[in-house]
């Protein structure tokens, strides 16, 4: 649904100074809780664009973002995807997928094994990788509506982090996928929020495939330091812990 709208006209859905949603954002959050309903009627479901529907007391909750990107997506932009995560009432990750429509490519985890699906169809497990040195840092203006400069976009204006790694930005749980799958270093955002749809199923990608995901201040997600760091490896996640004190 979402590709089938790619490149085409698209009514925006003002939301709040510097975002909004399209067409295809809606309709593609309807489709996937129409097929959830018909398979899990007893499940929750949060959306990124209808909110929560469901008991509140359900024992599974899906957590979906019909269009992570939006903003590529209208410019006509090739960097966005489409994730849903399970959780069960214990918030642990039950599966997720992050669907690349434009590539073809699916990230999935079923609780354990974290693996790439093709366009071919075929299934290889995701590998954390440094080898690039690359850095995906969130600059969206929504980390900026107010208080004093964010620590991730600090951390682009000092010298060391400019000698060791190289700033990439682009949709959040792609560049969470990106991780997993050893095509990125590591990825940095202030604000991430306990059980958002905009983190959920690359979070639990990057768990399962073996990442090193805190807050920015190094200790779990959501303990109150605040922010999120997925890094490949130990080694990189000490690193960038390090240059984020000094910035």
């Not at 208080?147 to 990439?168: D, N, V, Y």
């Not at 969470?176 to 955002?189: F, S």
Request: a negative charge.
């Amino acid at each position: 649904m979402v590709l089938g709208k790619y490149g085409t006209w698209e009514t925006r859905i003002d939301k709040e100074p510097g975002d909004f949603a399209t067409e295809a954002d809606v309709e593609a959050e309807q489709a996937i809780l129409d097929t959830i309903r018909a398979g899990r009627p007893d499940d929750a479901f949060l959306g990124e664009e209808g909110g929560y529907v469901g008991r509140e007391d359900a024992g599974r909750v899906w957590l979906v973002d019909p269009l992570c990107g939006t903003l590529n997506f209208a410019a006509k932009t090739p960097l966005f995807c489409v994730n849903v995560a399970l959780r069960d009432a214990d918030h642990q990750d039950l599966a997720a997928a992050v669907a690349d429509p434009c590539s073809g490519e699916v990230f999935w985890t079923d609780g354990e094994k974290a693996m790439l699906r093709g366009a071919d169809g075929v299934d290889l497990p995701l590998v954390p990788d440094v080898g690039a040195r690359l850095v995906d840092i969130n600059v969206d203006r929504g980390a900026m509506r107010s208080g004093p400069l964010p620590t991730a976009i600090r951390l682009l204006t000092t010298a060391e982090f400019e000698a060791s790694f190289g700033p990439r930005v682009v949709s959040s749980s792609l560049a969470l996928a990106w991780v997993a799958a050893g095509r990125r270093a590591a990825y940095l955002t202030d604000g991430a929020r306990p059980d958002s749809v905009h983190f959920a199923a690359g979070l639990a990608l990057c768990r399962a495939a073996g990442c090193v995901v805190t807050d920015l201040a190094g200790e779990p997600l959501y303990s109150g330091a605040g922010g999120l760091l997925a890094a490949a490896d130990a080694e990189t996640h000490a690193e960038l812990l390090g240059l984020l004190s000094r910035a």
